[in-house]
């Protein structure tokens, strides 16, 4: 099986509020993670990545933390908003390092009432 | 700046025809990448290429093939469709290593009847 998976394949969020989106991991030499939103019809577009020597990055008004003591990734989306409501997918680079590929989830569904 | 194009968007098959898929990026990029998702599955590796010349094989290569005979382009090919290979694919490229960002197309939507 997938050794990227996620905990929660729907989330739906008011308008405003704070999202957090979670992913699991299996493999412990994995050193790159990145998230992807996907929206419908359309192709995968990058959010954020983090490298394993981070614990947090920050971009704009997303958040990824890394914890590699669980092997834990999450996403975090403050004042989501409408354009927001989309799918959302992290994957991990399988061997580490500038080699391997993307291993991907599943995705996680997110949805914002207005 | 377009990014990755891929052409068709569309196509319908019958089982046993042939039909190449293309993509193109003109972002000067190394590694190419070819994906195919299905519902519940997320996105699975075909095939990619690291180079102009060269590719390889990803997680579910069988029934497909590729080449990288230019830099900026990356074929995929199926030479007997089969109705298992309904799916929506989707061509992806980095810029010269697997742990940088993977910019993807918007994808062609295949049936294969």
């Known amino acids: 099986g997938e050794s990227v998976g996620l905990h929660l394949p729907t989330l739906s969020v008011q308008e405003g509020d704070n999202s957090i989106i979670n992913c699991a991991y299996s493999n412990s030499a994995s050193d790159y993670f990145i998230w992807y939103k996907q929206e419908s019809g359309k192709g995968p577009q990058f959010i954020i990545d983090i490298r394993s020597n981070m614990d947090k990055r920050q971009g704009q008004r997303v958040t990824v933390l890394l914890n590699k003591t669980v092997k834990h990734l999450s996403l975090q989306i403050a004042a989501t908003q409408p354009g927001d409501s989309a799918v959302y997918f992290c994957?991990?680079?399988?061997?580490?390092?500038?080699?391997?590929?993307?291993?991907f989830g599943k995705g996680t569904k997110l949805s914002v009432k207005p | 700046n377009a990014g990755v194009t891929q052409t068709p968007k569309f196509r319908v098959l019958k089982t046993g025809q042939s039909m190449t898929l293309l993509c193109a990026q003109d972002?000067?990029?190394?590694?190419m990448y070819w994906y195919r998702q299905d519902p519940g599955m997320g996105l699975r590796l075909i095939h990619y290429?690291?180079?102009?010349?060269?590719?390889a094989k990803g997680e579910v290569p069988d029934g497909y093939n590729v080449s990288r005979l230019k830099k900026q382009n990356f074929l995929l090919g199926l030479e007997s469709a089969a109705p298992s290979q309904t799916s929506v694919y989707f061509c992806a490229s980095s810029l010269y290593r697997a742990d940088q960002p993977q910019h993807f197309g918007d994808g062609t939507r295949l049936s294969i009847l």
């Open positions: 290429s690291v180079g102009e010349g060269t590719t």
């Open positions: 994957a991990e680079n399988s061997y580490g390092g500038s080699q391997g590929n993307l291993i």
């Open positions: 972002m000067n990029h190394e590694y």
